[in-house]
């Protein structure tokens, strides 16, 4: 009986090892997966800002600070580390001496840009560098200064257009 279980045995065992041995490859297939330069941005479509003056005598208006929580959304799948920019447009209103500054993520100094600098359109500012391949949310918060003699009452727009290039 031990025989007939060992013959078996090394019969089946002899039958896999030709059923390995004997079987053909049908073929090869190359699976290629293409992975596409992306940058898909998100900033808020527009931030309303109120100057005033605080009391008689006042020689600059007190601003508002306004906070867009979440307003930067961004993702890339660029190689190279990348950079934004910033570059202020002034679309309305007369001469004035307004200050419209920027802040990426904290109220820090060291995070504030200036866009607008006393009435001044400003190009190409610096806003933020290093960024690697990858989907980021930041806060950002918006300021406006001016002095009262500077300034008239009256409604000042800026277009900000903000560019993703490579670092």
């Not at 900033?43 to 020689?59: C, F, I, K, Q």
């Not at 307003?71 to 799948?77: A, D, E, I, P």
């Not at 980021?136 to 008239?152: E, L, P, S």
Request: hydrophobic share 45%; charged share 15%; glycine share 10%.
């Amino acid at each position: 009986m031990r025989k007939r279980v060992r013959s078996v045995l090394l019969l089946l065992g002899i039958l896999l090892v030709a059923v390995f041995v004997l079987a053909e490859p049908l073929g090869t297939t190359v699976v290629t997966v293409v992975v596409e330069d992306a940058i898909v941005a998100a900033v808020p479509p527009a931030v309303s800002m109120n100057l005033r003056v605080g009391a008689a005598g006042d020689e600059n208006y007190i601003g508002d600070q306004v906070h867009n929580v979440n307003g930067l959304k961004l993702t890339h799948t660029k190689g190279a580390s990348q950079k934004i920019t910033a570059t202020a447009v002034k679309t309305g209103g007369g001469n004035n001496d307004i200050t419209l500054c920027f802040f990426l993520d904290a109220l820090i100094d060291g995070n504030k840009k200036i866009l607008v600098e006393d009435g001044t359109d400003l190009v190409n500012v610096l806003i933020w560098t290093g960024i690697a391949a990858g989907s980021y949310t930041k806060d950002i918060y918006w300021c406006a200064q001016a002095t009262t003699a500077g300034t008239v009452a009256g409604t000042y727009v800026w277009d900000v257009t903000f560019t993703l290039t490579d670092q």
